[in-house]
């Protein structure tokens, strides 16, 4: 009897492995970025060598590093998102791919916007840049949420499309922000009361969990017994 011979042809159909690389390209990606934020900030040089030279030389650095935890905090969000997001995908395509890297492209041009606002926080463009910056990667992660629960696209399965984790609700907020920072930025081009409005983040954010809980209770009743539990594990992890 004879046998068809085995070659790499008749295993070319890998979803999961090609799907786990495509995560971890991700991964690799959002690490980079978020490394790259704290290499902008340069040790200073001291002048002269006294704790009063090193105490201002740091003090000097302090717009920096509000725009480094700004950066930081932003990039780590955007990944929680395209974490909690993919573990649902099961199929991919070329399109889903390149979504995905435009939306790495705007996460890698974060460090430049970031630093660029660091080291010029009193002026506008800078901190139009940076918002625009970040108002481009929300809409991306939008983009791609509303893609994954298109049911015509089939990349998840049926019963996530209603998750609540796909809800637009969550990235429209800091996008939202951001965007309400450029708006005051035009309209009070003299005053800087649109540089601490990313902390509107926070109380939206925390308004928006109460419509999480409902979504949540709603997509747990239409699903079988046997699959809530689950579910109700997975969100305490």
């Known amino acids: ?8 042809f008749d295993h070319h159909d890998r979803t999961e492995f090609q ?5 971890l390209f991700s991964d690799a990606v959002f690490a980079i970025a978020i490394t790259l ?21 740091l003090l000097r650095l302090i717009p920096k590093f509000v725009g480094f935890f700004i950066g930081f905090f932003v990039i780590a969000t955007y990944w ?13 395509d070329d399109g889903l791919i390149w979504l995905n890297i435009f939306f790495l492209l705007s996460i890698v041009l974060m460090p430049f916007t970031s630093a660029y ?23 991306l992660q939008m983009l791609m949420q509303r893609t994954l629960a ?16 796909l809800d637009l609700g969550r990235p429209l907020i800091p996008t939202a922000v951001f965007a309400l920072g450029i708006v005051l930025t035009l309209v ?39 699959q809530t539990q ?3 594990q997975e969100q305490l992890i």
């Open 80 to 92: 929680a998102a395209h974490h909690r997001i993919f573990r649902f995908v099961r199929r991919y």
């Open 188 to 226: 009070f081009p003299h005053s800087f009361i649109s540089r601490p409005v990313f902390i509107l983040i926070f109380p939206f954010m925390m308004l928006y969990g109460k419509r999480y809980k409902r979504l949540q209770r709603e997509y747990e009743a239409r699903q079988p017994v046997h």
């Open 1 to 8: 009897m004879s046998h068809a011979p085995d070659t790499a």
């Open 150 to 165: 298109n049911p015509k696209r089939n990349y998840v399965y049926p019963e996530a499309l209603a998750h609540p984790d």
């Open 230 to 232: 689950p579910a109700q």
């Open 19 to 23: 799907l786990e690389r495509l995560i």
């Open 37 to 57: 934020l704290i290499i902008e900030i340069k040790v200073p040089e001291l002048h002269e060598r006294t704790n009063h030279a090193a105490f201002v030389s």
């Open 117 to 139: 606002y660091g080291e010029y926080p009193m002026l506008r463009v800078p901190f139009v840049l940076y918002c625009a910056s970040v108002m481009g990667t929300g809409l």
